[in-house]
């Protein structure tokens, strides 16, 4: 009688059981619940509360696979997000959802149309902890579909990224396609390969590819190629020293006007403001773009500044001739150039050239030199620019003037 009520008791315990495990079972899989805890897994490990609140949708053949809609991640305390997405795609192993305090191990995310807040961004990574095993580990990388990186008077949109592989310690290998949108009209449209040694801090980082700069009535193809070593510390992202080379054609309404352009020195992204100082700078052109080598500064925020001072080792021959004896001189012109204004530059440059004794301090629009260039062939021989110009003594058809000065307007012809 014992016998068959143990038994009994035995049974009823195990349907018990077996209910219990049947309805935790159905709980955790529903695809919301499910979703919770994959999501909170890859955000305990990167220090990020993640929710969504559209569809959900999983897989559990194979390797799992999570799909959720309308997904905002934000750094803990809550507030604004850093990054919202319309569809996120998870394919994440099943060691991974069983032990949440292991190192982040995943197969693939994919993400489309993220927006991701660069400010914001830059907060949670200042408030990361030290020391290895933070990043998570993507066995078959990431894919983004029409990004945007919204950054201070900036952004990057129709953002497609491809990554390979990501794992810490390894090396980087991705493809970037979009659009840069700056001051309009003007953007800058790349399509680009990066690499970089490991997803790292001081990681050595390059870009390489295509880019085309667009502005009102003028475009400007060109290959880059960039690399430095990346670092981010107390908000301030660094590549220092950046080295940049960039051959370029400038298209506007007349011959193209082929050059190349070097660049070198510490760039910095410190509260909105990218900074290249002090910044060496070598340009090298063809016909009316003249030779320059140059140092100086450069800031791009809410406005853009430039100064540089540097030399021409000579006057380019298609421009219009100077008189002797700086025609005939071999000196190289000493050049100093001034920016301050509007971020399209369409404010007025200053430029101030020297050579022998002679000076001449313009100021110049570089929408209307460029135009000039288009037209030189046909259109008047001097630039449209304010000048002022001394020289000491010049020779004009046999004559010798001394103590010359000369002004020059928009419109003047000899």
Do not use: C
């Amino acid at each position: 009688m014992r016998l068959r009520r143990g038994l009994a008791l035995a049974a009823g315990i195990a349907v018990v059981v077996l209910l219990l495990v049947a309805l935790a079972a159905a709980v955790l899989m529903q695809p919301r619940q499910l979703a919770r805890i994959a999501l909170g897994s890859v955000g305990d490990a990167l220090g990020l509360d993640i929710a969504f609140e559209g569809e959900a949708r999983y897989r559990l053949r194979g390797t799992p696979l999570l799909e959720v809609h309308d997904v905002a991640a934000r750094a803990p305390g809550g507030g604004e997000p850093l990054l919202r997405a319309r569809r996120v795609l998870v394919s994440l192993p099943w060691s991974t959802l069983r032990d949440r305090g292991a190192p982040l191990v995943l197969e693939r995310i994919e993400l489309d149309a993220p927006v991701l807040e660069l400010a914001r961004l830059q907060a949670w990574l200042a408030g990361r902890p030290p020391g290895a095993g933070r990043l998570p580990t993507l066995s078959d990388g990431i894919g983004v579909r029409d990004g945007r990186l919204l950054g201070d008077g900036w952004a990057l949109a129709g953002l497609d990224l491809d990554v390979a592989s990501f794992a810490e310690g390894q090396p980087v290998a991705a493809g970037a396609r979009g659009i840069l949108e700056l001051a309009a009209p003007l953007r800058v449209d790349f399509d680009l390969r990066l690499a970089a040694t490991r997803p790292a801090n001081g990681a050595g980082v390059s870009a390489r590819g295509k880019v085309q700069i667009h502005g009102a009535g003028w475009r400007l193809p060109a290959f880059v190629a960039a690399s430095g070593p990346l670092r981010f510390d107390d908000g301030v992202l660094r590549v220092a020293p950046l080295k940049l080379g960039m051959s370029a054609e400038y298209r506007g309404d007349g011959e193209p006007l082929r050059f190349t352009l070097g660049a070198h020195g510490p760039l910095r992204l410190r509260d909105g403001i990218w900074t290249l100082v002090p910044a060496a700078i070598a340009l090298r052109g063809k016909d009316l773009i003249p030779d320059v080598d140059a140092h100086g500064r450069f800031a791009f925020g809410d406005a853009l500044l430039l100064g540089l001072d540097g030399a021409m080792p000579a006057w380019p021959a298609t421009w219009p001739a100077l008189p002797a004896p700086l025609g005939t001189s071999t000196s190289p012109l000493a050049a100093t150039l001034v920016y301050a204004g509007a971020r399209d530059a369409s404010d007025p440059v200053g430029l101030h050239l020297r050579r022998d004794g002679a000076q001449a301090v313009a100021g110049l629009r570089i929408a209307d030199v460029l135009t000039w260039m288009d037209a030189a062939a046909t259109g008047s021989p001097l630039p449209p620019l304010h000048a002022r110009a001394s020289a000491p003594r010049i020779e004009i058809a046999g004559a010798v003037l001394e103590g010359v000065e000369v002004e020059l307007e928009p419109g003047d012809a000899p």
